[in-house]
């Protein structure tokens, strides 16, 4: 299993400082919620997680079991779901699946599976069959970027507010996930500021902001 473990990690904005000495150590197999205000560091903790960012002291070690992971082979088995994510907008949500999966996965998509994903993220094959994405409601969005992270089998998930623009079935269907993800061996990292999904993480990191 992948673990992350962060040590004595500072990061500064243009001499601001936003995380100070932060040590945690994320284990896979387990959930861990991110939270503290607007503005105290959550989406910055998840880019330098997935090496987007660089910390301004300390150190973040990506292992499997006690093996380091190189900056590579750690990218390649982690997934992130962001705000910022946008799917290609002429692209049906199948044409949406193959091409971000063509780069994660060695076989193709079956309808089998294609079929299974959407039923998982709660997209009903009448409303997203033959559309392009641009007809779809932006939770419709956000729930074919789900589709994407669980058919990419990446050992890492690093998610920024998953929650955000799903109703509650979907909210459950994030917190559902995320559990059968950990439960199954993945390291799962949400930066979040839904009271449920906090409640069933299993370890939280609380940004205090600066
Ligand atoms: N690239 C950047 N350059 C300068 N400052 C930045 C940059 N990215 C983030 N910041 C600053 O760092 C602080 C933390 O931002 P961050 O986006 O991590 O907060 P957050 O906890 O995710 O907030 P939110 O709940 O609004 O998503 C903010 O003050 C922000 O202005
Ligand atoms: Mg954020």
């Known amino acids: 299993m992948v673990s992350l473990t962060f040590s004595d990690v500072t990061k500064r904005f243009g001499g601001r400082t936003v995380i100070e000495g932060l040590s945690a150590t994320l284990a896979g197999g387990t959930v861990t919620a991110v ?16 090496k987007l960012l660089l910390p301004d002291a300390g150190k973040i070690v990506a292992r499997d079991g006690e ?9 390649s088995r982690l997934a992130i779901v962001t705000p910022e994510f ?7 949500a199948r044409e949406n699946l193959d091409f971000f999966l063509s ?16 039923e998982r993220v709660g997209l009903a094959p009448g409303a997203v069959d033959g559309k392009m994405v641009e007809q779809f409601s932006t939770g419709m969005k956000k729930r074919l970027h789900f589709a994407i992270l669980l058919a990419s089998e990446a050992d890492v998930w690093l998610l920024d507010e998953p929650g955000a623009n799903l109703d509650a ?30 409640a069933e993480a299993d370890a939280c990191i609380s940004l205090s902001g600066r």
């Open 35 to 50: 939270t503290g205000a607007n503005g105290s560091g959550k989406s910055t903790l998840l880019k330098m997680a997935a």
């Open 67 to 75: 093996q380091e992971l190189c900056k590579a082979s750690y990218r």
């Open 86 to 92: 946008h799917a290609y907008p002429k692209l049906t």
């Open 103 to 118: 780069f994660r996965r060695a076989e193709a998509l079956s309808d089998a599976l294609y079929e299974q994903l959407l």
């Open 169 to 198: 079935v979907g909210r459950s269907m994030v917190r559902r996930e995320a559990r059968l993800a950990a439960d199954g061996g993945k390291l799962v990292l949400l930066a979040t500021n839904d009271r449920e999904e906090e």
